[in-house]
């Protein structure tokens, strides 16, 4: 089995947002870590942002000026990738395209040793099909940070089908001692987090979108469904505000691709109010503009006295939720503990969606699915074997 210590040199290749806060999670865990980009003008960026975000820190009473400078040491800027030579593990967080990451893997394979292990940061490729642009795919693996990488608590390791079985262990071993909540995930379109929440934004565009319970399309606005979410539901954020805040040109290819990786299933289909936002270029907070317009003061919801609608809102929606992650748990994406985890420390849900089925009830989700499809006809709304299981013999997940 691999094993790690703080002497275990780590390599990051990218120094965008991502890279430079997974350095920042690893230099903070003792580790000697090297950041690299191939642009200069990047690299000048990220050290810079480091040294005012400790600076900040310091202000705060976070660290000492000798703790920030001992933990900005350790944090090296490179432009070439042979200064990974003597690393152990070399983590990749650059742009979501198949291609470059396989290339970048091809030539770091030549440049490290033999027992250096090579991890994606992928959120939604297959980590099989980057292994293969390698040698000794055995020592591939997904390992998917959340942004931004220093605050989420949540790193979801993805091994491929040609991962040495140890693998996976011996890394949540190393991720757990950096302070964070690991959790094992088959190497399946979205993992656990990017696939059980497309139906938290999905869902709520369609109920946007349609003409429903009497209410002409378009009438139940963005803020609505928010407050519907967050006041009923128990969530931090709405979904609108939290697309907004992601990123709508982010949750749109996301959505995209776990779709078209899944086979076109219509579970996961985008919707064309997504489509035209990504293509308007209101991207959200970071535009200004998204599903709200962040120049103007933001509309109070439209239905907030309407407690009938709010509950059927977050119900559609809910179900939605937990039907996907009872279906990953009956296709072996993940196990139960695993799944409750990764939607509370990934997006920060309320619950788990398992432990939140047993308190409504299999049979009322199972309901609720049967009367959208029936209503709709669409497979989009078929429940999982698994859920229609525990209903028939009156089940919980949890004990």
């Known amino acids: 089995m691999k094993e790690f210590s703080k002497s275990s040199k780590i390599g990051i290749i990218g120094a965008g947002t991502m890279g430079s806060g997974i350095a920042q999670v690893a230099a903070s865990a003792g580790h000697s870590t090297i950041l690299f980009d191939v642009d200069p003008a990047v690299l000048k960026k990220a050290e810079a942002a480091l040294k005012s975000l400790f600076d900040k820190l ?24 042979n200064d990974f030579h003597s690393c152990e593990l070399v983590m990749e967080a650059i742009i979501e395209k198949l291609e470059v990451k396989q290339s970048v893997f091809s030539q770091l ?13 992928t959120s939604s490729l297959s980590v099989t099909s980057i292994a293969a642009a390698c040698t000794n795919p055995e020592r591939v693996i997904g390992i998917h940070f959340f942004n ?24 949540k071993q190393l991720i757990t001692d950096w302070g964070k909540s690991v959790v094992i995930v088959k190497d399946t ?7 059980v929440a497309r139906s938290f934004y999905g869902e709520s565009i369609r109920i946007h979108e349609e003409s429903w319970e009497g209410i002409p399309s378009g009438t139940i606005g963005f803020s609505t469904i928010d407050w519907a979410m967050k006041e009923i539901g128990g969530f931090k954020m709405g979904p609108f505000e939290l697309m907004d805040l992601i990123g709508n040109d982010i949750n749109y ?12 299933d219509p579970k996961f289909k985008p919707s064309l109010t997504q489509k035209r936002l990504f293509e308007a270029k209101r991207f959200g907070k970071k535009s200004n503009i998204g599903y709200y317009n962040y120049s103007l003061p933001q509309p109070f919801p439209a239905a907030l006295k309407d407690l009938v609608l709010a509950e059927k809102i977050f119900m559609r929606v809910v179900s939605m939720l937990i039907n996907e992650a009872v279906d990953a748990l009956y296709l072996n ?15 920060n849900y309320p619950k788990g969606l398992l432990k939140w089925c047993d308190e409504i009830g299999a ?6 699915l049967n009367g959208l499809r029936e209503f709709y006809d669409e497979e989009r709304y078929r429940p999982s074997p698994l859920l229609k299981k525990m209903a028939s013999e009156n089940k919980k997940f949890y004990s």
């Open 253 to 264: 290819t996301v959505t995209e691709t776990v779709w078209t990786q899944f086979f076109y």
């Open 148 to 171: 931004p990488a220093p605050l989420m608590p949540l790193v979801e390791i993805i091994p491929a089908i040609s991962t040495h079985e140890n693998l996976p262990i011996s890394l």
């Open 363 to 368: 049979q009322i989700i199972l309901d609720t």
């Open 333 to 347: 994406v993940a196990n139960r503990d695993d799944l409750d985890t990764a939607m509370l420390k990934g997006v």
């Open 189 to 195: 379109p979205g993992f656990i987090v990017n696939r």
């Open 109 to 121: 394979e030549k440049i490290v040793s033999e027992s250096c292990v090579l991890a994606t940061n």
């Open 58 to 81: 310091i202000e705060k009473g976070k660290y000492t000026r000798d703790q920030a400078d001992q933990l900005l040491h350790r944090i090296s800027f490179s432009t070439t990738m």
